[in-house]
């Protein structure tokens, strides 16, 4: 944690003792999880918000930092494939994630200046909360701590994994001054997590009924909603390939600083 910290801080510090003009940004984006859940395609299943504040350091560099909240929604119904379908895995993941990036923009900009646009890349480090929940019985129930795959219990020799996650963001977008102190940018952005149980889904079938004999049946359900013909060794997931997400949506910046202290070449 201490170091994912410090690596942020070194993010918004890295190229200037001196900021040329701060932006605070609010937006929102629609959210896709690739994991091991779901049909693989491109279209947003649910929402997040962010807020971001931007540094910029001359035409072409800027750092920001961030936070978004929102959620990550796979549903094996959406699949095409029928193991998947047979399966009947639905997962609906709640995200907190704070991240820090470094940009470049492609051509020359400022906000409220005479370069007004341009296309630019992004990456950075993030830290992501992760709360994976499945709907039973019209309630919602937090998956990790039933331990779907038997993990904290005999069932299983594995450990509950931890509700953190480090993340690598990184994209491209365009943004576009329009008007002294307000611009907008649209991005789309990877996240490679590092963990793969964004969707509490990676490794063995455990026995749904020993399962729930321990945890309950809610956790019996979970482990096995599709009443697959348990084998043991069968696997519900990939355990050799961790989860990816996509956030693409719309953020608008006002510019914080003064416009009489703000760089000439600005």
């Known amino acids: 944690m201490k170091r994912v910290l410090i690596v942020l801080v070194v993010l918004t510090t890295a190229f200037s003792a001196r900021a040329q003009f701060f932006e ?7 959210t ?6 779901g049909a693989q395609t491109l279209l947003p299943t649910d929402f997040a918000g962010n ?3 931007r540094r910029q350091y001359n035409w072409h560099w800027g ?3 961030s936070y978004t909240h929102g959620f990550l929604k796979a549903d094996d119904a959406w699949s095409n494939k ?3 379908q047979a399966r009947d895995i639905a997962v609906r993941t709640e995200v907190g994630e704070f991240s820090g990036v470094v ?5 020359p900009y400022a906000t409220g200046s005479k370069f007004d646009k341009s296309f630019y890349l992004f990456a950075g480090l993030a830290l992501t909360a992760y709360t994976p929940r499945g709907l039973y019985n019209d309630q919602w129930y937090d998956l990790r701590a039933l331990g779907t795959e038997g993990q904290g219990t005999e069932l299983s020799n594995t450990l509950m994994y931890n509700d953190l996650a480090i ?7 365009y943004r576009h001054s329009i008007s002294r102190d307000f611009s907008f940018a649209a991005e789309i952005g990877w996240r490679r997590y590092g963990t793969d149980f964004i969707d509490d889904t990676s490794g063995k079938y455990v026995d749904s009924e020993e399962l729930g004999a321990l945890r309950g049946l809610a956790a019996a359900h979970f482990a096995n909603p599709g009443n ?3 084998v043991q060794g069968l696997y519900r997931g990939t355990p050799e390939t961790n989860d990816w997400s996509i956030f693409a949506g719309l953020t608008i910046f006002y510019n914080l600083s003064p416009r009489n202290e703000r760089c000439d070449g600005f």
């Open 32 to 37: 896709y999880l690739r994991g091991d859940v």
């Open 51 to 53: 807020i971001s504040l």
């Open 167 to 173: 993340a690598v963001p990184m994209g491209i977008g």
């Open 82 to 84: 029928s193991v998947q």
């Open 228 to 230: 697959v013909d348990y």
């Open 63 to 65: 750092t920001r930092v």
């Open 103 to 107: 940009e470049f923009n492609y051509w």
């Open 24 to 30: 605070l940004g609010a937006g929102m984006a629609g």
